[in-house]
């Protein structure tokens, strides 16, 4: 389909080691988000990319986490250092105006 | 940092029986979204809400947006089964895409 895709869906990993989720937002959609989701709760803001502008990063939660989005299309979210409280939902999202459309997720447990 | 108090976070209740869920924050809002969200899935968007004292109806469900566009609520009427997930509202404080999104309200409607 059309849709945010993510990948991949599941990712387990011990505490430690480096990871890297992608996100492939809609074709033509210039914004794109990073969201940490933890047991079922609210979304937790994490990077914010518009078009060719600088993004904004004011919610990565330590110098570990770092995104990048090439191209203005695929983005990958590297969390470098795993630790067990990484362990959640990392969803992505994209929007073309102010609706965000939102992929599946990618649930990390750190072990 | 702007808050979005989400109420209740938890709801069950059986099917037939009316409810509504509470989003409040002490800033203004420029809109505000509401989300479902089932098990495995991302969020998908239900309504967006931009004029003070808005109300939209989606088949059971009616939205309001207050006077002041400090809060906003979901009723659903004669609640089913199919109902049942994860709410989450979030609101934009400026005329951009960013959104802060409430801890969320997990409804669950028993048959």
């Known amino acids: 389909g059309a849709g945010v895709s993510q990948s991949p869906s599941n990712k387990v990993t011990e505490k430690g080691k480096d990871v890297e989720l992608r996100c492939d937002p809609i074709s033509g959609h210039t914004a794109l988000y990073w969201y940490r989701q933890s047991l079922g709760q609210g979304l937790e803001f994490l990077i914010y990319?518009?078009?060719?502008?600088?993004?904004?990063k004011s919610g990565l939660p330590s110098d570990r986490f770092s995104a990048e989005r090439t191209g203005g299309s695929v983005s990958t979210l590297t969390i470098q250092r795993t630790q067990q409280e990484d362990s959640a939902v990392y969803l992505c999202?994209?929007?073309?105006?102010?609706?965000?459309?939102f992929g599946p997720g990618t649930r990390l447990t750190v072990l | 940092t702007q808050l979005l108090e989400q109420s209740p976070q938890f709801l069950s209740i059986q099917e037939g029986e009316n409810l509504t869920v509470y989003c409040n924050s002490s800033?203004?809002?420029?809109?505000l979204q509401w989300y479902r969200q089932e098990p495995g899935e991302g969020p998908v968007l239900l309504v967006t809400?931009?004029?003070?004292?808005e109300v939209k109806k989606l088949k059971r469900l009616t939205f309001q947006f207050g006077d002041a566009r400090k809060d906003s609520s979901l009723h659903i009427t004669a609640a089913q089964p199919g109902d049942t997930g994860l709410y989450l509202c979030a609101g934009a404080w400026n005329a951009g895409n960013m959104l802060t999104f409430g801890g969320g309200t997990r409804l669950m409607v028993k048959p």
């Open positions: 999202a994209s929007s073309f105006m102010r609706e965000q459309f």
């Open positions: 990319f518009q078009g060719n502008s600088a993004p904004d």
């Open positions: 800033s203004v809002f420029s809109s």
């Open positions: 809400v931009v004029t003070g004292g």
